[in-house]
Structure formats: C-alpha cells, structure tokens
C-alpha cells in the first residue's frame, strides 16, 4: 500500500472548533496516529502524531482533513487495493454494531525505509452523536522483529526447539513448528493468545521471570508447562527481552525444551553456557546456515569436523565450493529438498580427501514472496551406508555367480584352453599350460574369463569342486598323449584326499603319469604346507611332475627347493616382462637359472611377448618359454603346435 493511501493522514490540520487545552494535550500525546470520525464517516478530529506523519510524507489536507470523506476516500482506495477493502469492510461493522472492535495489519511503505502499521477502530458511543476513533500504530519495529524471530526460528526446527515471541503484554505473536509439536497447540490457536492463559497458568504475570527479566537482561530457569491434552511436562525455559534499534524494549523471545524427553540438549546447554548455540551443536548431523548468496554464517562442530575446517575458515565462504556442482543445487544454485528424500553429493574436504554426503536444504522464507533471505542445511556423512550398499551389491553379484557356477558344473558348463610352453633351444611345444574357462549362458559363442568367478568360488568354498573338474579333464588329454600342466588352487591342496584322486584319474584313464604336471605357488604352499608337501610326494611318486611358479617374487622359495621334488622353475612374469630393458631383472633370471642348474631343475620364463624377449632368454639359458608371442590360449581342440612358433628353431 502506498503512502498516499485512504488509511495514513496526508497533510496537517486543524481540528474545527473551540478544544479544551487539556483535552488536545492528552490527544497530541498519543503516540500512535489517531483519527476521529463524525457518524456520517467525515474526519472530525486528529492528533499531532498524524500531522506530523502526514507532513513528513507530503500528504495532501484536502484528502484526509477534517470534514473530509474519510469512508468514501477509503472506498476509493478499495477499487485497487485489498487491504483498504478489507479496513473498509471492518469498518462497517464496527458502525453498523456487529462487532465492538476491528484490527487490521498492514504495510504501508515510504520511498526511505518499509513501514508497518496495526489499524485500530473502536466504536466511541454516544447518545446523541456516536463517533468512531481510528488508531494508526506504527508497528514497524515489531514485525520486523517477528520476521527476524520467524527465519531464526526455522533453524530451531531442526532440533525441536520450541520458540515463543510475544509483544511487551504477554501477547503471542510468533509460535514455531516446534512449540507446536511440544505444546500441541497449532499457531492459528496460538497466536493471539497471552502466555499467562495459554502455557504459563502458574503465574498470571507471565513465564515465572517477572521478577528477573529487568533492566533488558535474560531469564533462564525450569518449569512445568501444560500440553494442549492437559498433561504437564518440565521445561527448560531460556527468555529475553528484544530490542529495536533506539535499543527500546519491543518485545520478548522465548525458547522452551522438553527436559523429559531432550537429555542430551540439556547436558549440552550446561556445557555451553546454557546459550541457544549448544541446540544446533548437539545434533549428530552438520549443519549449515547460509545468506542469500549461499555463503556461510554458521556450521556447527560436527559439520565442522565433518568439513574438516575451523569455524572461521568457513565464515563467509559459499557452502558450493565443497560440494560437487553437479549435485548439490546444480547449475540454477541450491534448492529446497524433500526433508523425506534427500539429496546425495560428494564433499570436498579442507584436506583434500573426498566424502559421500546427503542433505537437506531448506529456505529461511522473506516477506513478500521474494527469494530466500537464507538456508539451513543439513548434511550426514553417509560412508558407512555406501559400503553396506556395496556389500550387498557384492553379496548379490556373489549369489548370481554362484548359480552360475553351480550350472556349469552340473551341466558341463566349463570349457579348458590352452597355452603352449615351448623349448627354447628348439622350438618345440613340450607342455600345454591348461586354463579355466566358463561358457557364457548369455552368448553361446563367447566365454568368460577366471577372473570374473574364481575369486567367487574361492570366497564361497567351490574352487575344490572346480579343481576336480579340471583335473578330471587335463588327465583325460594327458591319456590322449598331450603333456599338460595343471594349476590347482591352495584350497584343493589343502584336501588330504587330493593325491588319492590324482592316482584314481590316473588309474581310471591308462594316462601316461609323465604327461602330467601340476603347478603350484608359494602362496598355496604357504597356505598349507603340511598337506601341500605330503600331495607334492604322493603326485611324484606317481610319475607326476611339479612346477613351482611365480619363482623369486617370495622368502620362502628357497626352502621349498629342499623339501619338495620340484621340477621346474616358473620364473615371474614381472622379471620377464622388462627384462630387455632392466638390468635388476636380468640379474634375477640369471641368478635362478644357476640356482635351478644346481638343482638339476629345468627353468620356464613366463610372460615372453616379443622376439627380443624370447633371444634374451635362450642366451640367460632358460630352458622353456610361454608368452603371447610364442601362442595366445585357445580351445584345446584348435590349439595346433605347429601354430605355437612361427620360425621355430
């Protein structure tokens, strides 16, 4: 509403008539803009307060003077404004008598600054002559003030705070979602209402402070308050005066905590002084107030500590900047979320390291349906979520495997390639290095590689099963005449009844016991050396050959160069791969070539994928060489040794 309009004096008058010195001197004192009105609706009377408003905004006399149509000047008004329609409506009543009172809010701002006013009208009886007496309050201090507490009070939300504001009288003029919740009374029934009949009925002058709550100071102490079911609880009550900015007392905040069922915010307001600070402090989440612009006007210590950052490292710093852009307001800035469904982001420690997060953000509302004066976040590390999440992926995906597993061994889902091992000095395919392959159910030309279900069947005890498999298999071509070289897990080297299958495969096929080599690590070895010793003499005094692999990488390989009937060395893939280009590995190859010489063991290198790699070998002396260079797994039944090397030697 503007200033010029129907309800605010536009220019000084001069009341018609002879007055009494003493009556205009009570009239004038009025501190609020008062107005008179005859019974036919014209101005009769006004104070010096409204000349003076009138005369600081350039009103003009001829609109709100004495003798002026004040009711037709407001009927005027009504045609484009809502809030004089509703005056003049209220008006009416009072007049016609079907109410005794009427009051109005409403904004009534200058070019300089917003104004707020409370209009008053009150029927002024008489017999012969009655009036009506029209109160203009500037209220300014007051509603800002209840717009202030109404932001502050959005951030006690999150911890259940109840917060009560009145005006000077014990009148109710702000009640938050909280103390609707503690008290059970919604804000419509509240507001409006005075402390001492609604919540305070032990003591009519208000809360229980009326002795204390002087001299613009505070008040905290414990009371029993009732609930709007007639039960009564203990609260802990921490109240102040308000002040405007002539530093006048204007109105008084309360915040009020339910002592039965918030321990925890009690212990922290002792520790804390018993300040409003320590509500927000005690929550388990982090929790962030922002201005407008995003940038942060409070964290508290768990955000702090969630942040990894000092309070005034991140005083006036937009909250963005440590979360993912793409996920934490987007590109248009940050947004209210569904309290029910938050929002999940990554953020961005002080210290670098990354956390997943979820929050919520919810606006602090302005007046006027402009934007956001500010935002409360609130935020939770969720990490321990994520890895349940990722366990139960893990489990899930574990569960599918283990069907499949299960299938391909009931039905012959399992298919062995093979990889040729080749003499050195000659050329010659002398071993086939069997490998584990499962048929994809998905794609009947493709197969899956071990390392998408060994690992499972490892975790879930099923490797012995598969190994059986496979040794089932491998010794059945070593019957048809072709060498193999079998890789079994620790977990099958650990079964004492290993070496008695090996020997009932043997027995059961006719296969030649020397066809067949079976190769294992110093990791399986140490996972049991017991049972791994006592199949390795079993399967030689078979007939059967060893291969240790992964030679030189461990402490233990020289041990078991005295305990066990090893055949062969399988130098590391890792000292094969660069030992063109790096000494330490050369040095390495050569060392066990001697070492393997010593003990009359033949030496392989893995892992050969160029010809200048294989020349290095025959010239270190290795004895047997395997590589994608000398012949890439395949089917056993495409695999040709003829394909192995091409310009064998």
């Not at 964290?299 to 993912?324: C, F, H, I, K, S």
């Not at 890792?574 to 001697?594: G, L, Q, W």
Request: glycine fraction near 8%; hydrophobic fraction near 40%.
């Amino acid at each position: 509403m503007e200033t010029s309009s129907a309800f605010a004096p536009a220019a000084p008058t001069t009341p018609p008539g002879e007055r009494s010195t003493v009556t205009r001197s009570v009239f004038d004192a009025w501190a609020a803009h008062v107005v008179v009105l005859a019974p036919d609706g014209r101005i009769e009377l006004v104070n010096a307060a409204w000349e003076r408003f009138s005369r600081d905004n350039g009103g003009d006399p001829a609109t709100t003077g004495p003798g002026v149509d004040y009711l037709a000047t407001l009927a005027r008004a009504a045609e484009a404004d809502q809030n004089a329609a509703i005056a003049l409506e209220g008006i009416d009543e009072v007049r016609s008598g079907a109410a005794l009172e009427f009051t109005l809010e409403y904004p009534c701002h200058g070019p300089d600054r917003q104004h707020w006013f409370r209009l008053k009208v009150r029927s002024m009886p008489s017999a012969d002559n009655p009036r009506l007496l029209i109160v203009h309050e500037d209220v300014t201090d007051r509603t800002r003030l209840r717009h202030d507490v109404r932001a502050r009070s959005l951030l006690l939300d999150q911890v259940d705070a109840a917060v009560v504001a009145t005006d000077l009288t014990g009148v109710i003029e702000l009640w938050n979602h909280a103390a609707e919740r503690l008290f059970g009374w919604s804000a419509e029934d509240a507001i409006g209402q005075t402390v001492s009949r609604l919540i305070a009925r032990e003591d009519p002058a208000g809360w229980g402070f009326s002795g204390h709550l002087t001299g613009g100071g505070s008040w905290e102490g414990q009371l029993t308050l009732p609930r709007a079911n007639g039960s009564d609880f203990p609260a802990q009550v921490r109240t102040a005066y308000v002040h405007d900015e002539q530093g006048e007392a204007t109105g008084i905040v309360s915040v009020c905590i339910d002592l039965s069922m918030q321990t925890a915010i009690q212990d922290q307001l002792a520790r804390s002084n018993r300040e409003l600070k320590a509500i927000t402090d005690s929550i388990g989440d982090g929790l962030c107030v922002l201005d407008g612009d995003g940038r942060i006007t409070y964290v508290n210590p768990r955000g702090q500590r969630l942040m990894r950052v000092y309070v005034t490292e991140a005083l006036g710093v937009r909250l963005a900047a440590w979360m993912d852009r793409e996920t934490f307001g987007g590109t248009d800035g940050l947004a209210s979320t569904d309290p029910d469904h938050p929002v999940e982001t990554t953020l961005f420690r002080s210290d670098g390291t990354e956390v997943p997060v979820e929050y919520v953000a919810t606006p602090m509302a302005a007046t006027n349906g402009e934007a956001p004066t500010g935002w409360v976040v609130v935020f939770r590390d969720i990490s321990e979520r994520r890895a349940r999440e990722a366990q139960l992926a893990q489990r899930l995906e574990q569960a599918s495997w283990l069907a499949r597993i299960r299938e391909a061994l009931d039905h012959d889902g399992f298919v062995l390639y093979a990889q040729p091992i080749i003499e050195v000095a000659s050329g010659e395919v002398v071993q086939n290095e069997l490998l584990l392959r499962m048929r994809d159910p998905d794609d009947p030309d493709a197969v899956l590689s071990p390392g998408l279900f060994l690992p499972v069947a490892e975790e879930l005890g099923l490797a012995p099963a598969i190994d059986r498999w496979v040794l089932e298999h491998g010794i059945g071509l070593a019957a048809t005449g072709m060498p193999v070289q079998i890789n079994l897990s620790a977990t099958s080297l650990n079964d004492p009844g290993l070496p008695n299958l090996v020997e009932t495969y043997l027995t059961a096929t006719g296969a030649d016991p020397a066809l067949v080599m079976f190769e294992i690590t110093e990791t399986a070895l140490i996972h049991s050396t017991k049972n791994a010793t006592r199949f390795a003499h079993h399967i030689h005094e078979l007939g059967c050959k060893l291969a240790l692999d992964d030679f030189g990488t461990g402490y233990g390989g020289f041990t078991y160069l005295k305990q066990l009937p090893i055949d062969e060395l399988k130098i590391d893939i890792e000292f094969v791969r660069d030992a063109t280009t790096n000494p330490a590995s050369r040095h390495v190859i050569d060392a066990v070539v001697s070492l393997a010489r010593a003990f009359g063991l033949r030496t392989v290198g893995e892992g050969v994928e160029d010809e200048a790699t294989l020349a290095l070998l025959e010239e270190l002396n290795v004895d047997l060489a395997q590589g994608y260079h000398l012949g890439r797994p395949g089917p056993i039944d495409t695999t040709r040794p003829s394909e192995a090397r091409e310009g064998s030697r």
